[in-house]
């Protein structure tokens, strides 16, 4: 059994999902005799308050030349970036001659912006097919895993960056420790790292288990990342609550004592400790809601199959997977999943085989029901999908609870 992979002290198990494979291990008929799956069990350290999944697939098992999630796939992401990277931009913490870097840039999505305004940027992505639609784009990328040794080079290269910036990146880096170094040894004294993931809190408070998967091997709160970054001597001076992701939380740190700890930090540690996110026992209570969250979505997908009905899933994403597979949701039930990412397209979904489709294929064949995976999307998709419900089509969701939309 491994420990914390930040404090190394030994772990609370919060909850065990069973065997699952790659979030993003979308495969071909031909492909199915040699699937990867490991034991994906959620834990907890009460010295670093990480939670965190102790095994993960290695690094190159995810992220390779045929990753299939690409940022640019929603316009509202691409706005979401943007108003990113306006916000660092416009910030206070930019030198009249910056220097950005992001870490896992993907397809360029955020460092455009930069790169559009001639602004000094540099972005690190390991899935080689990301990277050169980024590289595409104009935008200046490395095509590798980022780490100290790396950050030494770059820093010989271009020297120290004004900010650092990741967005749905730092909670997918087992090694996150060496990140901190790196990033540490790559700020300018008056730098800022700002990253932003999906929160702990609005997994509890969702039931959003989905987003738990290999990719996500951390679920960070404002005391893991206070814990973790204080490590390296950087603190905590802001957080900025994000929509994305069904509920995402970006972090602000710099070098301790440079700026001012902002009230945001001190009111989001006292909302997390009201909420218990760093208490086991509230923890476990997390584990039942996901017990009966799993119970009450394959009771109505049952029930809704025995009197005929046609399910249909939308958005084939990572989250899904873990639903899938924790819930035993396969080709018997949900007839087909439809996504717009080309990639995924003709393949069967990882571990239960769900057919993924295109989006016409759901215009021609439309099911009595859709269940919304892409429900951190619902927003652009009901609007895309008008005729759809006007012609009756009934949507699922499972977040917060499990239930049909009137
Ligand atoms: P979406 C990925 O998670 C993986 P996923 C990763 N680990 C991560 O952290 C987050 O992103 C950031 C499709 N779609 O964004 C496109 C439609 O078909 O929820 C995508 O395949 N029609 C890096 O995969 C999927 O749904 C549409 O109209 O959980 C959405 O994936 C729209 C809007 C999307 O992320």
């Known amino acids: ?120 940027h540099l972005g690190i992505e390991p899935s080689h097919n990301v990277a050169s639609v980024a590289a595409e784009k104009g935008v200046n990328v490395k095509t590798q895993f980022f780490s100290s040794q790396l950050a030494s080079s770059i820093l010989k290269e271009y020297g120290q960056a004004d900010a650092i910036l990741a967005a749905n990146v730092m909670c997918h880096i087992p090694g996150i420790r060496d990140i901190a170094k790196a990033v540490k040894v790559l700020l300018k004294p008056t730098g800022v790292l700002q990253f932003e993931d999906p929160y702990l809190g609005d997994v509890i408070k969702k039931t959003s288990y989905d987003q738990i998967y290999d990719e996500h091997v951390f679920l960070f709160s404002a005391h893991s990342v206070k814990f973790l970054f204080g490590l390296e001597d950087l603190e905590l001076i802001d957080v900025i609550p994000q929509s994305t992701h069904g509920g995402s939380m970006r972090y602000v740190l710099a070098t301790k004592g440079v700026y001012p700890v902002k009230e945001s930090v001190f009111e989001l540690l006292k909302e997390e400790e009201m909420l218990g996110l760093n208490s086991i026992e509230k923890l476990l209570n997390f584990a039942s809601n996901v017990e009966q969250s799993k119970l009450d979505l394959t009771t109505l997908l049952k029930s809704l199959k025995s009197k005929g009905k046609r399910i249909a899933g939308y958005g084939a994403t990572s989250k899904s997977t873990t639903i899938l597979n924790y819930c035993k949701i396969g080709p018997d039930l949900i007839d087909y999943i439809t996504d717009t990412t080309p990639l995924k397209q003709g393949k069967l979904t990882p571990g239960m085989h769900i057919p993924v489709v295109n989006h016409e294929h759901f215009l021609k064949n439309p099911p009595d029901y859709s269940f919304l995976f892409a429900w951190n999307h619902a927003e652009e998709i009901m609007s895309k999908e008008v005729e759809y419900t006007n012609s009756g089509g009934k949507w699922i969701v499972h977040v917060p609870k499990v239930k049909i939309l009137s």
């Not at 994906?40 to 009460?46: H, V």
């Not at 990113?84 to 460092?111: Q, R, T, W």
């Not at 455009?112 to 602004?119: A, S, T």
């Open 1 to 120: 059994m491994r420990n914390c992979r930040i404090s190394n002290e030994p772990t609370k198990s919060i909850i065990n999902f069973g065997r699952q494979p790659l979030g993003n291990g979308f495969l071909k008929e031909n492909e199915i005799n040699r699937e990867y799956f490991y034991d994906m069990s959620l834990e907890y350290s009460e010295k670093s308050m990480m939670v965190q999944l102790l095994n993960q697939p290695s690094p190159d098992k995810m992220f390779h030349e045929n990753y299939a999630f690409f940022s640019g796939t929603s316009q509202h992401m691409s706005e979401h970036f943007k108003s990113f990277a306006n916000s660092v931009i416009k910030g206070p913490y930019l030198s009249s001659k910056p220097f950005v870097i992001e870490l896992g840039c993907n397809d360029g999505i955020m460092l455009q912006n930069f790169d559009e305004i001639g602004i000094r």
